[in-house]
């Protein structure tokens, strides 16, 4: 007996009147499916909808926002009102919207006036979504609107991009026609945002603009007066994405070359050339839609607008190629990765400061901060290309790993890393390891070129140490108390006085690196050890490291964290030059809680189980026309043998009963089959592939040759249909007790 | 969910399904070399028409797919064999395209581009027969005729000016025909099992695991009666089957001696010979294992050129010589359907190329379907000369839509409840405290107007008090007066009186 709904009527009643959890349980109730009713839609949805709209329309904050979720609520789980409603609701609710948003200033004073502009806006964004993509709502109602809605949400966009951003992204991709009027609008709106406030947002929202931005070139702005004497030549539906797309690129050249003034290109031909190479507009002219970059060398803080610039543009770069067209887009993916070097090359290791920089210390404290910052920024953007184009770079491939090395600090006039340098780029570090992972994913087993990979593992291994941020403090005490005599003494004490736990108790001053480190460190090693052959002194390294701090972490944790499982793992399973392998240490760490894989790897087993049956199966098919009854004993005897006593017995009634009547069991088993085939096969699938394999097949062979009498099959295949039932018939009987001996059989023999 | 099988003959090329009636003759097409084929993303096929310097592209799957050709790519020289190397998932073109020409030339292109990135001459001393890309297009597999088998690494082919094989395998005596490798391997490196067939008339088996043997490691050859052709392997490596002009044979690598014992035909001890008889009825399986014989069951007796297994590995599609393919039944060896060409004639010659592939057929291809038809978008041509590297190098590319979510209320409702109830924390005063929450700026201004407003109460309050007073001492007055005045009178009278 269906129980009868909550009438609507009722739920209408107390919609004024409910707040907290009773409008949650009003929400909760308006998603069934039972309301979705022809039948209600006179009465009791008419009743509702028209108790939403006096909500929606009234003074009151609170009932506003409480009409909002209504409306979402109704609207995503009734099609019925949305097909009959919609119209009324979104205009109820942009109306609203419309007198919200043109007092912007005193909306947003108060908390409740925030909350309610914000519900709106994503209201208004909901029903565009549900209305979209049915085609007469969308002529009859979301047409008509949409204009009106895209230019209150741009207007809005200027001061909440957070919020507007994600309603307009989708309106620019899905109703690109209808947006072509705002474009310019919407257009001065975006590069104000980018030029002026890009660093007071999120890195989500900071997404959101360029790739808003991105998209305002989906739609083909004026193409100007048709040249009639190119008129002839291809053309591409790319063209104004690509203009977009190049004026970007075009904007690197200026900025890598005011680096030029900072650092000694002249030192380095490769450097020139690279340089040289970077993408410039063929007439020397391009579109500039961003502010120029205001840097002095006076004052060294200025610089810091290089990182600034350069960080916007490698954000527009890729979001101009990481979003879906409707149509093709020419990539320059050549001249992304010349661009890319050419801001990873901005390093001190290989090139000089200008000579007239060189005494100045303020600045040259801040050059050294501020070009690994540049190069961070090249860096995301070779990991962004390749999350997106994968193979696509493999030729470009060794440079980038070559470029890659130059991100790593190397001590002055040598080659080793300096690892306090390291220290301080912590977070760029991680970002280099996923890249470099992902690079590796694509490439063999040999490689010319392996320094990168070493230097990068003592640098992952380094940084899974604790850092101490005591140790200069130290090191400068030592040198001053050797320096200075007692005549400092008084001064120093009141200095010290309050810094007594410092020296009594230092560990607490230590910043253990956190779980999530560890993960990262852990994929990065993990993905070395499985894409490479390291040197042994790495490979050594690299596994004391997973021992020790798998220890470290399961006596903490209470287990070994899932990174270090795959750790273990990949060292058992690619020992690269070793020659012992490390399974009794990593199986003993795991063995609490137990391992599929190093269980597999100890106990090792073949699906023997099925293919076995299937041979016997096969055998007897093969041979058994004349000697089948003692085939079969000899089946019953050895599987008898194999699983426990109480099966001795089974076997026969059955022989009897199958001799008997072969065609009863024939026709019970094509039922079984009927009704139990599928979830059978799903649920014997995970445990016993094979198996399943052959009895579906034996199974199919059996329909074939009882629908498709007509085929003429000769009348031996008959026969041979008849012992395939029979071993069959043994086997599906047997087979839920039958399973698992069988693969202790197979585990005993291996 | 189906299975589609292109097949091509000298002359034809069939799309039609394992599981289905429906089939289609593609126009215009045939390739006389094997392997002439190749699947391209989701939907197309790449065929090297025959004497022909063109590749002609069909569309055989999805939307808009239809018989007549879509596009053709011109070439240097016609290609025998071609093969694709798979890009990342958020592409749906491959990267590479991989031809061979009948002198042995290996020709690489970048698909996005159709910059021609390597040729390779003399790849092999003879035509290559076939190229697989392995382990997710890490590596490329070459086999020729010249009785010799290449592994190259991807990233060799696209970035060195004259790549060279990480491993050459040259063990047999003839050319090598066919080969297949393991479906199953590991994600990173070279893994799994690599089978080879030969016009020397034996299969070799090899394990490709560069973590276990310095280079790939011969496990074990089979020695046939004939010649052969083609190879496949069963979908989980339980067995392979092997075909040539006498027919296709079942070698199950796990072999059964008696009822007990099973042989892992497979296992590494170093490379045994063993020789492949059929099935006699009175043999001893046991005493033929030792003398080095296995038995290996007949699937057809047809001269077969090209194999292919079904997903589940029951059934075995067999290409043979007279341009038909049977799809058999492996376990019972009886054929199930024989597929033909439509337009069927004795000349078009043998099956050169057998492409088995899962598609998902799309149920709504209903001329109400809402989603506008895709752009056709045009391979780019491939180029002639070898790409210098420099330059902008434009690449053609679409970067599939994300999946679209749910709006917020569909698609997670016990999160969107969250989110109601902390907005409306906003509107709620919560607990006993009293409190609203002020802009630092109107404080201030909402001090000033609460004074103003004690202020202007307390007046009131005031007035209120004055006014009950004045009414009061009013009503007093009058009361004193009519008391006065009486008492005057009362005077006047008692004076009147006295008087």
Redesign the interface.
Known sequence: MAVEPLPLSKVAKTLESA??YD??VI??TL?SFKYVDDKLLKSDLAVLVAKILKLLRSSD??HV?KAC?LT??IC??NPVVLCSQAGVLLTALFSKLEQKAGFYRTTV????G??VL??LV?SVG?MV??VR?K?ALTREILTPRLPAIISILITLSQFEPKLCCPILKKLLTKNTTTFRPHINKFKNVLINLIAKDYHHFDDATKKLIVENFALLNLVKQNSGPKDETKSHLKTY?DEQWRQSMMSVLYNFKPIINLCGEIIDFSADRDMQDLVQ?L?SPPSGEFEEFLPPVNVDLNKPMSLWQIAERLRILCDLTVAF???????????????I?TISEAILSLTTNYLPLQRTLRRDAELTSTVGALLPTLQASGMTLLGSMS??????L?????SILATLEFFIPSKKGSTSIDLEKVDCLRSEFFDLFGIVNLYL??????LNETTLFTKLVEIALHLTKDSVPLKHLYLQQNLALRKTSEKSKKASKQNTGSMSDVYSHPQAFISTCSLKHFDSLNRFLT?IV??LKMPSVQQIKITKYAITAAVKLERELGQVPESFVHLLRALV???GYERISIIPIAVTLLKKHGDDVFDVFCNPR???GA??T??????S???DD?EEEIDFS??AE?EG??TTVNEDTKPEPEEIEKAEAPNVVLASNMERILNDEPDKMFRKRTIE??SD??E???R??EI??EVEVTKS?PVE?VQ??ET?VEVHESDVEDDSDFEIPDIN?SDD?E | MEEQLCFTTGSTCTVAFLNAAKQTDLKQCGTEFRNGSVRVGPSHLFVAQRRKALINIYKISGTGSRESVEQRLALPEPVSCLEVVKNVESQEWPYLLLASTPTGKLYVWELGSGQLLTAKSLAHYQPITKIQSIVNGKYVITSGLDSRLMIWQTMDLVTQEDPKPVYTLHDHTLGITDFCVSNAHATTHLSGKLFTVSHDMTLRCYDLNIEVWPQPHLLATFTFSGPLECVTLDSADRACYVGGPQGTHQVNFYYPLGSTKIVNLLSAEGNRIMSCVESQAQENVRELYTMGQIVCPKITGASSTKLACSMDGSQLVVGDSLGKCTVMDIFSKQPLKELHSIVSNESCGEVTSLVLDLIDQDPSESLLATGKSQIEHKFPNLQKNVFTREGLHDVYCQITADREEAVAPLDDFQSYLNQVASEENAFMQLGSVVSTVKVVGQMEHQEEANMEAKVSSESEELTTMKETVGQLTGAYKDLREMYEKLFREHETLLSNKEN
């Open positions: 707040t907290g409008f949650q929400l909760k998603t904050d609170y926002w979720h979402e609520v995503a789980y004073s108060t908390p409740q925030k909350t914000f519900t994503k909901v979504d549900l993509g085609p539906q190479r993408p190629t990481s979003q879906h067209t409707k149509y093709q887009i020419r990539v320059p993916l050549g001249g990765v999350q997106l184009y994968g193979k696509m493999l030729s470009y491939t060794p994913s694509h490439l063999g087993h040999s993905g499985l894409n399973m690619h020992p073949l699906p023997i293919v076995q299937v041979n016997r199966q096969e055998q098919s093969l041979y004349h000899h089946e050895e043998e194999i592939v094979q394999d052959h579906l097949k034996i199919k062979t074939e040759q099959i295949v041979e249909s395939v059989l023999e």
